[in-house]
Structures are given as C-alpha cells and as structure tokens.
C-alpha cells in the first residue's frame, strides 16, 4: 500500500498526492499509563493535548520500545537499526559529553528526507553525542570544552536543516543550548539541578523550568517558517524531543499547583501542553490536516521520579498511592525487562489519511518509525538502510490488517528480552535491572534465587531454560505474574532462534545479509559469576 507521493531522484513529487509534513513528538520517560487515552481510570492526569491527538487518530496500544533506557533507543529511531549492532564508543564522555553514537557516514532519518525534498529540524534532547572542540586536543570533558567554538559533529552531521537542543538529558551537563552546532549564551557556571544534584558548566542565564516552554517556542517558531510551499517550497519533519517527565521534575511557574496529583502531574501536565501547543500551531498556519504527528515516549516511567523532587528509591509508588499508576497495568519500570518498561503510548494523527478514535493492537516498535515515514514521504531506503525497520503504514488506514511486525526484540540495561504474538521470553528471571531504585526483582538476588531453585550452578547451555529465563503470554496475563518458562521448554528455544537469527543476518526485515559493526553478542555476559563460577 502506498502513501503520499513517489519521489523522482531530484526530490521532487512525480504524481497530484500532497506529501504530509511530519512531526515527531517523543516525551522522555513518560510511561504508558501518564497518558490519559492509555492510563485511562489509573491515570489521574489531565492530558487534552495527547486525548485530542487520540480522538482525532489512531492509537497505538501494543508499540514498545527497544530498550528501556535511553541512548540506544535514540540510536535505533534515527537509523532503523537496533542499538547492539553498533560498536560501542570509545573513547567516551560523561553525560551530555558523550562522543557521537552513530558514524556520520550512516544514513539516517534526517538523511532520507532531505534526499527526498524536506526541510529537516530538530528540537529538543538529542543525548546522540556530540564532537566538541576542547582546549587540549584531549577527549571532551567537564574542563576542557572551548563553547566559543562551534561542534564539529552536531545534528547538521545527521541530516538536519536546523536544529536547536540539550546535547543530553536535563539533569546531565553541560546546561546549555546549542544551535545549529554553535553554543548559546556565555557558560560561566557551574550548577546542578534537583534528583541528582550533577554539578556541571552551565550557561548563565540557564533555568531547568524554562526548557519545554523553550522548545517549544522553537518548534512553533519552525512551524510558522515552514508552514507554506510558498515560504520554504518543501513539505518539512520536524523531530520534537521532549526532556521530561525525565528528571529534574520542574515544571514552570505556570503549571505548579496544576493538578491534584502534585509535582509530577504538574510536569506531565507540561509535556501535554507542549503537544498541544504543537497542533495548536499547526491550525494556525492551516496545515494541520496534511501533517502527520506522532507522539511517544522513549520508554517507560523512571521508578525514582514522583513528587520528591530528590531522585528517591521507589518514588514511584507514592503516585501509585494517590492512584496514579505511570506504568498504568503494567509491570516494571525503566531499566527493566518488564512491560511497564518497554511498552510505550502511541499515537498517530494525520487527518487526510488516518481516520479518527481508532485503536490498533499490532505490534509495532519505535524504530519503525523510518520506513513508515519513507513509505508516506516516498523517501526512497535501499536494501542496505534501516535494517530492522518495519513499515505500519498499512496500519494506518486499516488497523485490523495483520501486524505487519513479527517479532520485536528488545533489552533492559541488563539484558535482552523478545515478544512474538502473545508470548514474551526474558534472557533471565527477575527484572533485568539492578534494582537501585526499584525494579524488582533485583539482577543479582533473581539470578541467586534462580540457583538455589535450579540446585545447583548451571553451565551455559542450561541458562537458557526454567528457572533462568522468563516466558510469559501478554494476552492472556498481561501483568506478567505468570512465569510458564517450565511447561515450554521448545517455545523457548524457537524465540531465542529469533534472536539469534535476527544477529545473524544482520537485518530483521527481507534482503540480502547485513554484516552487524560488532562481531557478537553474548547474552548472557552481566550474570553474576556467583551464578556460573566464571
């Protein structure tokens, strides 16, 4: 099924078909149940921005995430290609100091539409690295960053016209904005901000509760230039990321005192309000009914955030007492294999193709955004790019079609989980998390407690059976509190061939083989060598 238009190798539309705008809204660690439309009765916020972009489209109820932490999330959105095929970087920074996650040589979103006649932006957190200019030839730091001197690697490198971002998250230094590559403002500070407390340089004039409403003045600001042919001549995408409800919990003046649930709803309430904003702006300019807006999350709620504004061991659950459950029925948190950590809201408006108060239950991850929006752009991908991209824009018009997503695999910080139809297996028991601030059960106690159980120490081939896995059947037990791991011993190793096979052939999707950056992956390299010996 084809959408909006085919492009000619100039860019330009070869038949009458209107290509959409686009617009990518992606909050960071806001869970599925902070959302109104998802949460429904357990979520005890006030959400009009994300309930119009529901009535008004079709939601997604089964997307997930590629990971429940974020970098490699950002990594597989931008390129289609899941995280753990990258190399990792070295050497690295600290923080917003990361050295860049993707080589600038890769194709990317950004990439694929401005070959395909876009005008290209990106608002908001990147946290995808960066190449500063230090004042010692010496890897980017805390102390040696020159912020006269423009990036040499910023989202220019990336394929995006303009850009204006938090080099990381808003609790990670440096505090500054960058524009275009070039840094804004005087850093001549050294601040930190609440939850964390990471002191580091800081733009003088920089406040944590300023950042969403600067955004999105930036991203009504790029509306408005772009909104007609006549000002830009092109269609244009826009990736809008959001650095909250993720810590600092510090909405503006505006929304303090908001709602009843306190502090946290007050943020959320922010992040709402920025997408709001977004498709107010869109109205303005009349070009709300050909655009296409997607919102999301990166993954699931942070277990530490909540109404103490300190990042506090099982913050949490003081929300979930109140009533307001930010994973909404789901299990885990960020960081972990569960649900609650890598099932993310989702939905798509878009009203000259997608029709409205629809609900699609398909499985679809984030980075399939690539080859959707190459699809409904006519962006052209060869057989080379976007390896682990799957196009749902068959799904947009008719969203009781079959899941045109197999399989999804996934990973907690600790280690890797896989979902196909119904049924879910975890490469380990427990939550896959450390549990610092907590996910339960923790990495170290499950893996413990799964010995003692077993008898004995397993060797490597028994690690991939009961009690060292998890197997689970989401329709039937959503919750996932009943492990089935013991009765399914050949569905197991049917779903970890998945995985193996998707390592393999270096792509999820059809084509010839694709060689991966890194010549493996060991699953199970974090179990404690209290568990093997080893």
């Given at each position: 099924?084809?959408?909006g238009?085919?492009?000619?190798?100039?860019?330009?539309?070869?038949?009458?078909?209107?290509r959409?705008?686009?617009?990518?809204?992606?909050?960071?660690d806001?869970?599925?149940?902070?959302?109104?439309?998802f949460?429904?009765?357990?979520?005890?916020?006030?959400t009009?921005?994300?309930?119009?972009?529901?009535?008004?489209?079709?939601?997604?109820?089964?997307?997930?995430?590629?990971?429940?932490?974020?970098?490699?999330?950002?990594?597989?959105?931008?390129?289609?290609?899941y995280p753990?095929?990258?190399n990792?970087v070295?050497?690295?920074?600290?923080?917003g100091?990361?050295?860049?996650?993707?080589?600038?040589?890769?194709?990317?979103?950004g990439?694929?539409?401005q070959?395909a006649?876009?005008?290209?932006?990106?608002?908001?957190?990147?946290?995808?690295?960066?190449?500063?200019?230090?004042?010692?030839?010496k890897?980017?730091?805390?102390?040696?960053?020159?912020?006269?001197?423009?990036?040499?690697i910023?989202?220019?490198?990336?394929?995006?016209?303009?850009?204006?971002?938090?080099?990381?998250?808003?609790?990670?230094?440096?505090?500054?904005?960058?524009?275009?590559?070039?840094?804004?403002g005087n850093?001549?500070?050294?601040?930190?901000?609440?939850?964390?407390?990471?002191?580091g340089?800081?733009?003088?004039?920089?406040?944590?509760?300023?950042?969403?409403?600067?955004?999105?003045?930036?991203?009504?600001?790029?509306?408005e230039?772009?909104?007609t042919?006549?000002?830009s001549g092109?269609?244009?995408?826009?990736?809008?990321?959001?650095?909250?409800?993720?810590t600092?919990?510090s909405?503006?003046?505006?929304?303090?005192?908001?709602?009843e649930?306190?502090l946290?709803?007050?943020?959320?309430?922010?992040?709402?309000?920025?997408v709001?904003r977004?498709?107010t702006?869109?109205?303005?300019?009349?070009?709300?009914?050909?655009?296409m807006?997607?919102?999301?999350s990166?993954?699931?709620?942070?277990?530490?955030?909540?109404?103490?504004?300190?990042a506090?061991?099982?913050?949490?659950?003081g929300?979930?007492?109140?009533?307001h459950?930010?994973?909404g029925?789901?299990?885990?948190?960020?960081?972990?294999?569960?649900?609650?950590?890598?099932?993310?809201p989702?939905?798509?408006?878009w009203?000259?193709?997608?029709?409205?108060r629809q609900?699609?239950?398909?499985?679809?991850?984030?980075?399939?955004?690539?080859?959707?929006i190459?699809?409904?752009?006519?962006?052209?991908?060869d057989?080379?790019?976007?390896p682990?991209?799957?196009s749902?824009?068959?799904l947009?018009?008719?969203?009781?079609?079959t899941?045109?997503?197999?399989?999804m695999?996934?990973?907690?910080?600790?280690?890797?989980?896989?979902i196909r139809?119904?049924?879910?297996?975890?490469?380990?028991p427990?939550?896959?998390?450390?549990?610092?601030?907590g996910?339960t059960?923790k990495?170290?106690?499950?893996?413990?407690?799964?010995?003692d159980?077993?008898?004995r120490?397993?060797?490597?081939?028994?690690?991939?059976?009961?009690?060292?896995?998890?197997?689970?059947?989401l329709?039937?037990?959503?919750?996932?509190s009943?492990?089935?791991?013991e009765?399914?011993?050949?569905?197991?190793?049917?779903?970890?061939?998945?995985?193996?096979?998707t390592w393999?052939?270096?792509?999820?999707?059809?084509g010839?083989?694709?060689?991966?950056?890194?010549?493996?992956v060991?699953?199970?390299?974090r179990?404690?060598?209290?568990?093997?010996?080893?």
């Amino acid at each position: 099924m084809s959408y909006g238009v085919t492009v000619a190798a100039d860019g330009t539309g070869v038949n009458d078909a209107p290509r959409p705008n686009i617009i990518y809204i992606m909050a960071d660690d806001m869970g599925y149940g902070d959302a109104k439309p998802f949460g429904q009765d357990r979520c005890k916020i006030p959400t009009p921005g994300i309930d119009q972009l529901a009535a008004e489209g079709l939601r997604f109820t089964n997307a997930h995430s590629v990971s429940s932490v974020c970098v490699p999330v950002r990594v597989a959105i931008m390129t289609g290609r899941y995280p753990w095929r990258f190399n990792r970087v070295q050497p690295d920074g600290p923080w917003g100091f990361l050295n860049p996650r993707i080589p600038t040589t890769h194709n990317t979103i950004g990439k694929m539409l401005q070959a395909a006649g876009y005008t290209t932006g990106y608002v908001g957190k990147w946290h995808l690295g960066t190449k500063m200019q230090p004042t010692d030839g010496k890897n980017q730091g805390i102390t040696n960053v020159d912020y006269k001197k423009p990036l040499t690697i910023s989202p220019v490198q990336y394929g995006f016209d303009y850009s204006f971002i938090l080099p990381g998250s808003l609790d990670m230094y440096p505090y500054v904005f960058i524009r275009n590559g070039m840094w804004v403002g005087n850093v001549n500070k050294q601040r930190g901000w609440s939850a964390f407390n990471r002191i580091g340089p800081t733009e003088e004039n920089f406040e944590d509760y300023e950042v969403l409403n600067t955004f999105s003045n930036e991203v009504e600001t790029f509306i408005e230039k772009n909104a007609t042919p006549s000002k830009s001549g092109k269609p244009f995408f826009l990736y809008f990321a959001l650095t909250a409800p993720h810590t600092p919990t510090s909405p503006h003046p505006d929304f303090q005192g908001k709602t009843e649930l306190g502090l946290y709803g007050d943020f959320v309430s922010e992040v709402d309000n920025c997408v709001a904003r977004t498709l107010t702006a869109l109205k303005k300019h009349g070009i709300d009914h050909n655009t296409m807006v997607v919102f999301t999350s990166d993954h699931g709620p942070a277990s530490y955030a909540g109404n103490i504004k300190k990042a506090t061991y099982n913050n949490i659950k003081g929300l979930e007492k109140m009533g307001h459950y930010p994973a909404g029925i789901y299990r885990g948190y960020k960081f972990s294999v569960y649900e609650g950590g890598l099932r993310v809201p989702y939905v798509v408006r878009w009203p000259a193709m997608v029709k409205p108060r629809q609900t699609c239950n398909r499985l679809i991850g984030l980075q399939d955004l690539m080859a959707t929006i190459a699809e409904v752009s006519g962006a052209v991908v060869d057989d080379t790019e976007a390896p682990d991209s799957i196009s749902y824009a068959p799904l947009l018009r008719d969203p009781n079609l079959t899941a045109t997503r197999e399989a999804m695999i996934m990973s907690s910080v600790m280690s890797y989980t896989i979902i196909r139809g119904d049924w879910k297996l975890t490469l380990c028991p427990g939550s896959g998390a450390r549990g610092v601030y907590g996910n339960t059960p923790k990495w170290d106690d499950a893996w413990n407690d799964a010995v003692d159980q077993f008898g004995r120490r397993p060797n490597y081939e028994e690690l991939l059976s009961h009690p060292f896995v998890q197997l689970f059947n989401l329709r039937e037990d959503p919750t996932e509190s009943q492990d089935l791991s013991e009765a399914n011993p050949k569905l197991i190793i049917e779903l970890f061939d998945i995985i193996t096979t998707t390592w393999k052939n270096g792509r999820t999707t059809s084509g010839p083989k694709l060689s991966n950056d890194k010549p493996g992956v060991n699953y199970w390299a974090r179990v404690p060598k209290s568990v093997t010996g080893k």
